[in-house]
């Protein structure tokens, strides 16, 4: 009897109502909340596994730059090695008139909007007539040095006539260089 209505009732709290009470507790205290209970320790589980990644993720990173880049406490987003950046438009010595439209090419990575803390992705920054800033810190923002944070993936330039070089450099949530850096071929346009 005790039994059956605590099966249906899947909860130990009957236990109170059991009368008797000659028999021990733990194995009844077992029994009849065994399924609630196995389901609950089952969504505890895959909740621990579904976290265990991005902690060892978090903890491996940490570690892995301890060491190597001694002054710069700016963790390093790594990069895939197939990454490449490129210009879609204009084309290496292509003589073009203002404003010019620029298109941002990427491949082995995706874009995400500066921070988004997303695996293999990073957001585009424009060199313009500057040289790649140094790895390892923040890409510097100025005229020289354009961010698109939104996820942007083309602009349109205002540029004086005369030549003019350009190159593409992808950055992490924080704007930092990855690990490798991602950078596209310095090109140089004429602006008619
Ligand atoms: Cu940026």
Redesign the pocket.
Known sequence: MRQTIRSRAGLPVLQSKAGGGSRTQPPEFRRPGSGARSLVFMLLGLLAVALAPSLAAISARADGHAHDHAPAAIPRTPAPPDARVYFITPTDGETVTSPVVVRFGLTGMGVAP?GVAKESTG?H?LVIDAELPPSGLP?PSSEHYR?F?GGQTEVTLELAPGEHTLQLLL?DQN?VPHDPPVASKRITIRVE
């Open positions: 500066a957001h920054h890409v961010h944070g950055g704007h």
